[in-house]
């Protein structure tokens, strides 16, 4: 008896979990904090770039500022819907 209610209260909290997605194109970017210290200007200065060639998809923001995740990227014709994120990427980075 209680397997079962361990299995419903997994289930349920997998189904709520797999809801709170959003599609991939709707996700905006965390904006650049402005640079305060010396640390900070540097690693804007120097923060890494991505060249993406046009055979594979382009790094699309994953999360947003209320911690809803993408559903992933909709299977289309090869990479004709990921050649550009239209909203921008996102690099994390950290300075210290």
Do not use: W
């Not at 904090?33 to 993406?52: M, N």
């Amino acid at each position: 008896m209680k397997l079962r209610v361990l299995a419903t209260t997994v289930f349920a909290a997998l189904l709520s979990c797999a809801s709170a997605t959003v599609d991939h194109d709707k996700i905006e970017p965390f904006p650049q904090p402005e640079p305060a210290t010396i640390s900070e200007k540097a690693a804007v200065k120097f923060k890494p770039q991505l060249y993406t060639p046009s055979s594979v998809c382009v790094p699309y923001p994953a999360v947003n500022v209320a911690g809803e995740v993408t559903g992933g990227l909709k299977g289309t014709n090869g990479n004709d819907a990921c050649k550009y994120a239209p909203k921008g990427s996102q690099i994390y980075g950290r300075a210290g």
